[in-house]
């Protein structure tokens, strides 16, 4: 069985520029070995990351996602990415929000029909209904770097496992739900804003802090409450912190 997520786009021009910035998001996490896999995503129920809305089946025995990709390259070439490993901008890798780092997926072109097969160790995108950030070799190789961005169905295969002989399989992650978990609320340029920020939410909910993370040339600070052991208990908390005024927070992982 698969998870096909639908999204459901809702209006908030301020709050999305708030909470989006950025789509590579640098991180010292490296799950090299597949026994990682149980610290990670997606889940079952529905969440909102940047106003949009994302409905997964209840099973995720399998994951397949349906929606927009784009590239990123020369600007983060070389830089720290979330599984902390450095980021090749001709490797055949890519960001997703959700799913395990060091998972690989199958992204189809849905125009061309074109297939590759990339490696997730970063998290993005943010921005838009953007579902998959794919390295600049990938997208030249999914033949969508003149286009810019392109229509595709990504379906989640496991960790790569080779074989004597050339043979390889995948192996399904353990677990999309473990894993440690918070919630960006917000998101700043001035680091004092920030920390003020958290230090408040800090003395009203026991924990929070702040992730800062240059984009494009530009540093900004990400504030973060909560710590949940499941994504199922973050989403839970999302909701609580959408009425306590939060709207658009988002589950990030937590390293």
């Known amino acids: 069985m698969t998870i096909q997520i639908r999204t459901i786009l809702f209006s908030s021009a301020a709050l999305f520029t708030l909470l989006t910035t950025g789509c590579a998001i640098p991180r010292a996490y490296s799950p090299q070995d597949p026994s ?6 997606p889940g079952q129920k529905p ?6 809305r994302y409905e997964p089946l209840s099973s995720h025995e399998g ?10 390259g020369l600007d983060f070439h070389g830089r720290k990415t979330s599984n902390g490993e450095l980021f090749d901008m001709n490797a055949m890798t890519a960001a997703h929000k959700t799913l395990p780092l060091g998972v690989y997926v199958r992204v189809r072109h849905k125009r ?3 297939e590759i097969v990339v490696r997730i160790n970063d998290r993005g ?4 209904d953007r ?3 794919l390295s600049e070799g990938a997208a030249r190789k999914l033949d969508m770097i003149q286009e810019g961005l392109a229509p595709v169905k990504v379906v989640a295969l496991g960790y790569k496992i080779d074989h004597a002989g050339g043979e390889t399989e995948y192996r399904a992650p353990v677990s999309y739900d473990s894993g440690r978990f918070a919630l960006q609320v917000a998101a700043y340029k001035n680091r004092a804003n920030a920390y003020r920020s958290a230090d408040e939410l800090r003395t009203k909910y026991g924990a929070a802090d702040v992730q800062e993370a240059i ?4 540093m900004f600070y990400r504030v973060r409450v909560g710590r949940y052991p499941s994504l199922h208990a973050a989403q839970s908390g999302q909701e609580l912190f959408e009425k306590k005024g939060f709207p658009g ?5 937590v390293d």
Do not use: H, L, M, W
């Not at 995108?125 to 838009?128: A, D, E, I, L, Q």
């Open 36 to 41: 990682a896999s149980s610290r990670q995503k």
């Open 47 to 52: 969440y909102t990351i940047a106003g949009k």
């Open 63 to 72: 994951f397949v996602q349906e929606g927009i990709a784009s590239s990123y």
């Open 112 to 114: 061309s029909g074109r």
């Open 125 to 128: 995108p943010f921005v838009g």
């Open 131 to 133: 579902i998959i950030d």
């Open 215 to 218: 984009v494009k040339g530009n």
């Open 249 to 253: 927070n988002f589950v990030v992982a």
